[in-house]
């Protein structure tokens, strides 16, 4: 019996090859977009979950309590590792890991006279403790013993293959840190997966860097460093940060009161952007349900699709449903019949869906970098076997149902009425929910393109066109060069300012601190972030002062620039009221007055609120330099910059950045999202087409006689199309009216996410209905032409 099902339903998909094309199409587009969001949803969220230790492993976080709310960070003060060791000697393993970027890296010249090779890298420095936490193989060397001591480093394979051609002869080699410490390798790690939040590339011992000054420093949270903690079997996370508050109570001076620690477990590090990873990119649980609820949609409209399709060729198989009955099927048996013929044709449908996510993948790695690739594994075998069974059962069902259930006498009459075949009611709400679901994503990525486009546009507080910045050297000695570098520099005739700075005004410094103002004896309720830059920052960057002017050219600070924010905050009205009041820093480390206020503007990306700011002077930390440039001389002006800048810095790596690339970096997630986001709107409107095509198909078919009694009494061709698309213009505008509505609410929600963002207006949903009803009757004009001027007699001859 099951081979004659098989057998029948292939002779009936063969002789039908339009209605199977257009309904593989469908069902394959809908199949691949999902296999693609199953195959990110499960890369996002396999991130460090290959650790033996995992559900053990925890960051110990800060968070600050300011009169705003509360503060999170992934920051920890530099003795806390050692002192939850010493008080909480339970805890398994405590291990501290610190990072910086950029860093120069030389691999000196060796024995064979090989020449110096110079690298630039992130390179972070950990206890050996943080190898017996996370599960990071070594190819060679000892990750209980390979970072125990100073200036030793472990390095990647990949990085090894680098640096020495060869990781199986690095080991016991030399490598030196920023033209200073000369560190042995004694290991190699192999390559790290991309599912983790360590990039690790170079390690060094935590011992090998400095840090004399901050180890007992229990005030100073640095972003950069990262506390984990193993905690036993039988310890639970929920108690032991009640342990915590007594910890800061023990360890903080009392004046920090508002500083606490809580434990973050390593499961939730990826998702949780308050906190943020070593990668600097999170991807939210929101976002892993909006992306699951999205595939889910675009399966079912695709099943929409086959159903419309296999409803309106139903009375062209009513002779065949009759005289099947005739010749004794029962209603069980067609609609065994039926279903197979549904799995077959979604069985080469999630063949092709296989292949062409295979082919988009290279290009969606591209977009998100991400390695996603279609690997024959048992998860994705299960998801494509449950795929296959619920598009059957959701797509073959009611057609199937229907097409058993005609009666024999009226099929071979061709009698069917509409009722008959599955009602002209089930289609309308089915089509009216394909282009909900369409006009609902089109919306929002209408919505998330004006806000992107809104961050790429808005005024920012200072002028950020053709800046280059350019990364210096951090030793002392290097430094010293700083100033004759800046003076060569402006005597280029392309280059119209020069300002040495440790940030550029977009960069999130890291550097904040609450202070005590103009004598007071307590200190402010709120902190205040450090830009830290020379006198000629502001004019490097067209800064408006409305009060004031800018400190004295100096090497050490002698006077601060506050912005407006900071001006409010104190409860000062007018801004010339600031000028001369002292600011405290640090319990008298850092006094200077007041001796200018800039316009507010924005010291990190736009998703973030304006804070308070403070401008100084400091030499010592200055890392980069900042070049105004004339854009019309933009290539032989950054020609002449390299030049200057190797002559002066011959020993570093030359690299620059355009202050616009830096700022488009900030928002590279929602700019990911907004593509993402066009390419699932785009499948959602190509299967809801289809489905629409299919809908209209039936009523042609429905409605021929209609039609040609129509034009026998006189209807003009332009009034039959009227008549054909009148019903379809109806049901996408009723599928407007729903979709309006939710997506407003879920982009209204999206939006709260920043704090400078767009309102949405009335254009982007007049602007979705505009699209959709042209989309629409590019779909079924033809249809509609081609029934509007049939031939009447035809329509009109007696059977």
């Known amino acids: ?122 390179v972070f420095f950990a206890e050996p403790a943080f190898f017996d936490i996370f599960n990071f193989p070594f190819l060679t060397g000892n990750a209980g013993t390979a970072l125990s001591e100073p200036n030793t480093v472990v390095l990647t394979e990949e990085t090894a293959n680098k640096y020495f051609g060869d990781w199986h002869t690095a080991t016991g080699k030399f490598i030196r840190y920023d033209n200073g410490l000369l560190c042995k390798v004694t290991g190699i790690l192999k390559n790290i997966p991309a599912n983790t939040d360590f990039p690790l590339q170079v390690v060094f011992s935590f011992k090998t860097a400095a840090y004399e000054d901050i180890l007992t420093d229990w005030t100073g949270l640095d972003g950069s460093l990262n506390t984990f903690a193993l905690l036993p079997p039988d310890m639970q996370a929920a108690s032991f940060n009640n342990e915590l508050k007594a910890f800061v109570k023990r360890h903080t001076p009392a004046a920090y009161a508002n500083q606490g620690y809580l434990l973050q477990p390593l499961s939730s590090m990826h998702y949780e952007s308050e906190f943020g990873t070593y990668r600097k990119s999170t991807f939210s649980k929101e976002l892993i349900t909006a992306l699951s609820l999205i595939g889910l949609f675009l399966l079912i409209i695709a099943c929409i699709n086959f159903i419309n399709l296999a409803t309106a060729r139903a009375a062209g198989r009513s002779k065949e449903v009759g005289i099947r009955k005739v010749l004794g099927s029962s209603k069980r048996q067609l609609v065994v019949q039926f279903l197979m013929e549904t799995f077959f044709i979604t069985l080469i449908s999630a063949a092709l869906a296989t292949v062409l996510a295979g082919m988009v993948l290279p290009l969606l790695n591209n977009l998100l970098q991400t390695p996603l690739y279609v690997q024959f594994s048992i998860p994705l075998l299960v998801f494509l076997c449950s795929i296959i069974l619920v598009v059957t059962l959701l797509s073959g069902c009611y057609p199937a149902m229907i097409l058993s259930g005609f009666n024999p006498v009226t099929a071979l009459k061709s009698k069917l009425t509409t009722n008959m075949v599955g009602g002209i009611s089930v289609r309308r709400a089915l089509v009216v929910f394909q282009f909900a679901t369409a006009q609902t994503l089109i919306i929002g990525t209408l919505i998330i393109v004006s806000q992107m486009d809104f961050f790429h546009h808005a005024p920012m507080g200072f002028d950020k066109e ?270 407007f009216l729903i979709a309006a509505p939710l997506a407003y609410y879920i982009m209204h929600r999206w939006l709260q996410n920043f704090a400078y963002r767009i309102d949405i207006g009335i254009g982007i949903f007049l602007l979705t209905m505009l699209m959709s009803e042209i989309i629409a009757w590019l779909t079924v004009g033809y249809q509609a032409i081609k029934a509007a001027v049939a031939n009447p007699v035809k329509s009109l001859k007696a059977e």
Request: positive net charge; charged residues 20%.
């Open 466 to 735: 053709a800046v280059v910045t350019v990364p210096m050297a951090n030793d002392t000695a290097r430094k010293s060069r700083m100033e004759a570098l800046k003076q060569e520099l402006l005597q280029q005739p392309g280059v119209e300012s020069v300002s040495l700075s440790a940030f550029s005004p977009i960069d999130k410094a890291g550097w904040d601190s609450d202070f005590m103002f103009d004598n007071a004896v307590k200190k402010s309720g709120f902190r205040s972030e450090f830009k830290w830059a020379d006198a000629d920052y502001f004019k490097t960057y067209h800064m408006e002062f409305i009060a004031g002017a800018p400190y004295r050219q100096a090497d050490t600070v002698n006077g601060f620039v506050v912005n407006e924010m900071m001006v409010k905050k104190l409860g000062f009205k007018n801004p010339e009221d600031i000028l001369g009041k002292k600011i405290n820093f640090w319990d008298g480390d850092m006094v200077a007055p007041v001796v200018g206020v800039v316009k507010d503007f924005n010291g990190n990306s736009m998703k973030q609120a304006r804070t308070p700011i403070v401008l100084a002077s400091y030499k010592m930390v200055y890392r980069i330099i900042n070049i105004k440039i004339q854009p019309q001389r933009a290539k032989e002006t950054l020609a002449a910059i390299e030049r200057i800048w190797n002559r002066a810095y011959p020993d570093f790596i030359y690299e620059y950045q355009f202050l616009d690339d830096r700022i488009a970096g900030f928002y590279e997630q929602e700019s990911q999202l907004m593509q993402l986001y066009k390419i699932f709107a785009g499948i959602a409107v190509f299967i809801s087409c289809l489905g629409l095509y299919g809908f209209v198909s039936f009523m042609a078919v429905r409605r021929t006689k209609e039609v040609g009694i129509r034009k026998v009494l006189g209807a003009s061709v332009l009034h039959i199309i009227y008549l054909i698309s009148r019903e379809f213009t109806l049901l996408i505008g009723i599928a």
């Open 1 to 122: 019996m099951f081979k004659s099902y098989v057998k029948t339903a292939w002779q009936h998909l063969r002789g039908n090859k339009t209605y199977v094309a257009i309904n593989t199409i469908g069902l394959a587009v809908g199949i691949a977009a999902c296999l693609i969001i199953f195959l990110l949803i499960q890369y996002q969220t396999s991130f460090d979950n290959f650790h033996q230790h995992q559900s053990r492993i925890y960051r110990v976080v800060s968070t600050v309590k300011t009169p705003e709310g509360m503060n999170y960070s992934k920051a920890s003060a530099f003795p806390v590792a050692e002192a939850l060791h010493t008080d909480y000697p339970q805890l398994e393993q405590v291990a501290r890991i610190y990072a910086r970027e950029d860093q120069l890296i030389t691999v000196p010249e060796d024995k064979a006279g090989v020449p110096l090779k110079k690298f630039k890298a992130d």
